[in-house]
């Protein structure tokens, strides 16, 4: 058993002297009471039992309060996500690590532009990782795979010229309450194009960081 109190963590032994009288001392007077001898260190055998029933419960209370405290934080501040598939390449690979920041959009709202992690409204026990394009109340329009948001031709040099498509679609205006979500990968991605807005209460959180691979952590 170790003592709480010693930082260096050595046991603790407890030495318990034989109640021998000294050879100066007068021998007490034996009184019979009747009732059997104690049997040896059963005047221990109690305290250690609840000392080790009391540093168990410690432990117990640790380890519960440990729990609580990551549920708390997976819940509302920090969820960590693994990509599979390549929609969002060549920004994020597959398999590649990913922490959410699920507090961000609590305190302020989602920029455009912004990596999120989402549910797939066709099916929410499906998690996807898709960049905003359009909030609500935006006009978007692709002509021959270029972008256009209220007219204005986005910026998208983080597409790599394999990956851009050559589709048309729209215009048409985002609803209220929704975004217009792409994948990067742009000839590879099941986004708006196909299955519609992305509600907004089906955005999980912001893509903080990529801590795997360590080649290629980055912060987003």
């Known amino acids: 058993m170790t003592d709480p109190s010693d930082p260096t963590g050595a046991p603790r032994v407890e030495l318990q002297e034989p109640g021998e009288p000294s050879p100066q001392a007068p021998l007490p007077e034996a009184v019979s009471t009747g009732s059997p001898a104690a049997p040896a260190g059963s005047a221990t055998g109690g305290p250690l039992r ?8 410690a432990w117990l209370k640790t380890l519960a309060s440990a729990a609580l405290y990551a549920t708390l934080i997976v819940t509302f501040v920090f969820q960590v996500a693994r990509v599979e598939g390549r929609s969002m390449a060549p920004t994020l690979e597959d398999q590649d690590r990913l922490i959410i920041n699920k507090f961000a959009y609590r305190i302020d709202e989602p920029h455009l532009g912004d990596i999120v992690m989402m549910y797939y409204p066709n099916d929410p026990s499906k998690s996807f990782v898709k960049r905003l394009i359009a909030g609500e109340g935006d006009q978007v329009r692709i002509v021959a795979g270029k972008v256009y948001r209220n007219g204005v031709l986005l910026d998208d040099s983080f597409v ?6 050559h589709d048309d679609w ?3 205006v ?6 217009f979500v792409m ?6 991605s099941s986004d708006s194009r ?3 807005y ?4 089906y955005v999980v959180g912001k893509v903080q960081v990529r801590w795997w691979p360590p080649r290629h952590v980055r912060l987003f």
């Open 50 to 57: 609840q000392h080790v029933a009391d540093e168990l419960t």
């Open 160 to 165: 790599r010229p394999d990956y851009r498509s």
């Open 170 to 172: 729209g215009p048409q």
């Open 174 to 179: 985002v609803p209220e309450g929704y975004y």
């Open 183 to 188: 994948g990067d990968h742009r000839n590879n």
């Open 194 to 196: 196909i299955w519609g």
């Open 198 to 201: 992305l509600p907004k209460k």
